[in-house]
């Protein structure tokens, strides 16, 4: 399929250009080539159209003359420029947002991702359907042409309405399943370690390659790859057990819809002990990148968690970075990330010492299998331990604590 995308230039958007590759980037994940892009300064938009009449026009001869089955548009428009700009041009339109629901709709694979992706496709929709229907007295004069427009509208927005409430309703009963094992999370001893960066970073890479697990998580050289959370246990022979969290990618200016329908998965991210923030080395657009994933972060409320850079893709680059340098694909690096893992979480955790008598070798065999101890001493009366620990096993095991 060959695509244009048209975009309106704001004079402070000095960023546009980057954001109209991005777009690119999003149709061709959906096997959309664009072909030309078409863009016109201006001080705000066409109420009507987007863009002004005489762009209008020249996108309209541009259509003539070459073969092109769809527009995008760069930003999210009403039901009336949309409907507007395909009687002018005799075809389909859409905007990005559309575009990134359809990513996300053909993405999704578990059955809360079809259910949150469901709700945002009709949450977008219930707005262009009030919005086809707004101007309706406008196409006829009769009282009963409106009356029977106005009717319809209003079926066909609580049919959609219905549907959101039945599909939410199927959200809160999967949401309490998620909710009971990030209970069971809480109550683990490993770090929750969340995985978070721009969309397509090498996120799962990451987690695959962490682990020995068969069950791998999809990790595929394009934008939103994988929609859900992947929850796996990580050991690492020196510095201990952690459990690392595959959240959603993200991206600039991400629909409010996806962000609403998407909320418990973001929220996983809030359960972090540490999140490591992944980049690709490689990438020329890394500062736009690090600043779109830290906006998110922030409007998310995570922003006061912890967060250590990471650098993926170190292969890609000779460029040395101020963080942590990886490669995923190559499992290089990986000691200088636990390191400054373990050096994050130690910063919120106090050295303790334990003694146990040869009565508590359950609890011993607890602390042994579970933390890194700095210190074991063994003698006739019964075994003393030195570790790092946080404020929650302390007061768990206090009764442990020497003195």
Do not use: C
């Not at 009030?130 to 196409?139: C, F, W």
């Not at 210190?375 to 006739?380: A, C």
């Amino acid at each position: 399929m060959k695509a244009i995308i048209v975009s309106a230039v704001y004079q402070k958007d000095n960023n546009i250009y980057y954001y109209m590759e991005e777009t690119t980037n999003l149709a061709s994940t959906l096997d959309i080539e664009v072909i030309e892009v078409f863009t016109q300064k201006v001080d705000k938009r066409n109420n009507a159209t987007y863009i002004y009449s005489g762009k209008v026009e020249e996108i309209s001869e541009y259509l003539e003359h070459n073969e092109v089955d769809l527009v995008i548009i760069q930003e999210e428009i009403s039901a009336a420029i949309e409907r507007n700009l395909t009687d002018a041009w005799k075809i389909k339109v859409i905007d990005r947002t559309n575009l990134i629901l359809d990513i996300f709709y053909t993405n999704a694979q578990s059955k809360l991702a079809k259910t949150q992706i469901e709700i945002a496709r009709l949450e977008y929709n219930l707005t262009k359907v009030i919005g086809s229907y707004s101007n309706l007295e406008k196409q006829g004069s009769s009282a009963v042409s409106r009356s029977s427009g106005e009717s319809k509208a209003e079926l066909d927005k609580r049919r959609i309405r219905d549907h959101i409430i039945r599909l939410k309703r199927s959200l809160d009963s999967q949401k309490q399943v998620r909710e009971s094992k990030r209970q069971n999370r809480r109550n683990a001893t490993e770090p929750i370690i969340s995985l978070a960066g721009y969309t397509n970073v090498g996120k799962s890479t990451l987690l695959n390659s962490l682990t020995d697990e068969d069950r791998q998580i999809l990790a595929k050289d394009q934008l939103f790859a994988t929609l859900d959370t992947s929850v796996r246990r990580v050991e690492n022979k020196k510095y201990g057990k952690y459990l690392f969290v595959d959240t959603v990618g993200f991206v600039s200016n991400l629909p409010h819809h996806l962000v609403e329908a998407f909320a418990s998965t973001f929220e996983e991210i809030l359960e972090s002990d540490i999140i490591i923030h992944l980049h690709d080395a490689s990438d020329p657009y890394l500062q736009i990148h690090h600043d779109i994933v830290n906006d998110t972060l922030k409007k998310l409320n995570a922003d006061s968690i912890p967060v250590i850079d990471v650098y993926n893709k170190a292969d890609l680059t000779e460029e040395i970075l101020e963080g942590i340098m990886i490669s995923a694909k190559n499992k290089t690096g990986y000691d200088q990330l636990f390191s400054a893992i373990n050096t994050e979480l130690n910063g919120k955790k106090k050295l303790t010492t334990f003694k146990f008598d040869y009565s508590q070798m359950k609890e011993y065999n607890f602390f042994k299998q579970n933390f890194i101890l700095e210190s074991e001493v063994i003698d006739e009366d019964g075994i003393t331990i030195s570790l790092y620990v946080e404020d929650s096993t302390i007061s768990r095991y206090n009764y442990l604590i020497k003195e």
